[in-house]
């Protein structure tokens, strides 16, 4: 199978190709140049365990890669995550399922693409002998993540920056008590942001990005978001045939990934009724969906903060199809939206979604409600996609994360805090952490001096 960018300007790639690369040549982002039809394997798809669904789902496009090898890889994803179901789909009433995304190593639905992603960057290394030195920066679930997927990973190299002091503890144990040689988290003094714009100085200097073999692990990485896709499908068949078409995903949403990975199945012919988008106070693509304007605004830190983010960087992918694949108009958009910060589109038509936004106070009444209502404790991040939700609509409900995640919500609204083993077990290992200066020089001799080791 072949894969294009949404921007038209750089070569078809292939499976492996595109998962190495991440961001095209062209700044665009692949998608596969044409979809398979699932229509005809759903029936034997039915009862299949979650890894050999996303083997068979997988298949369909990896086809450079050796199957034997990728159902390794995927099978020692999901063999990590604490329940055989992998994606338990709980019902919490009449018409409304929960689907738990958060039973993986950090307790976040983000371990479903990035255990798989560590593995096959190690059989890519393993095939081609060309080790990976992977740099990132992060404000805390994603770098906790992708830590977890590539620790112990052969000819893999991990540095995460992440502002000293500004992450949460539970966070940074999660990054630095892995115990992990190829693993180095740098506590940089400094926001985000910095930490953000030195990681994008560093890739700008192609010479040094070729010399370590650098590549990044952030969302926009075409096998997260296939990876993505197969949970959509484990609970779109587990519904049973008189729900399917009738139910509606609700997804708490940040960058687009992980709602889009769901609508690509419709482009695969797997009828679902529609895609909710639940926003936090953060609510560019709500405003989007009501009105038609894609516009950037300023961030303000929320309780979920793992959806507190500016632009949807994944929203060029559906973009791509508004357009009717036009990779010319999606480019004039782009620059537009450069230049200016915002795009208005006329009659705005992304038939199959909706959306809501929460604000802070909101989670917090939501996480209470639905608690006192359904017997049943809801992550801030998951707590916005029960905002308006109507309670005759049949509704799978995607659980981001686990509660446990973040104590101090619940401190705050004064509930009892949730516990996880899983974070408990990090209290009794020692951290380690690189304190190390955010200019582009201290970072860039670091990464070259452990390299050296
Ligand atoms: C990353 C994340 C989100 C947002 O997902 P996107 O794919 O960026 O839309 C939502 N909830 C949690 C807990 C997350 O970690």
Redesign the pocket.
Known sequence: MEFISTRGFSDSVSFTEAVSQGLAPDGGLYLPLEFPDLTPFLGTWENLPYEQLCFEFFKLFATDMDPSILQDCIERAYRKFSVPEVAPLVPITEKWKVLEL?HGPTL???DFALQLLGNLYEAQIARDGKNLTILGATSG??GA?AISGLVGKKGVEVFILYPNGKVSPLQERQMTCTEASNVYPLAIEGTFDDAQKTVKEIFADLSFREEVGLSAVN?INLARILA?SVYYLYAWLRLGPDLRESTSFV???????????GWLLTKMNVPVHEFRVATNQNDVLHRLFNSGEYSLSEVSPSL?P??D?QV?S?FERLLYFMVNKDSVEVREIMDTFRQHGRYCFEDFTAGGFSSCRATDVEISELIHKVWKNHNYLV?P??ACAFKDLDPSQDSVILA??HPA?FPSVYEKVQMEIPKSPILESLLSIEPTKYEVGVDTDSVRSFILDKLAK
């Open positions: 958060f976040a639905f983000k679930d994603t993540a969302s993505q997804v708490p949403t940040g960058n687009f990934g992980n709602v889009f990975a979920a793992s959806m983010i949807a994944n992550d991040h998951t981001t994360a995640k």
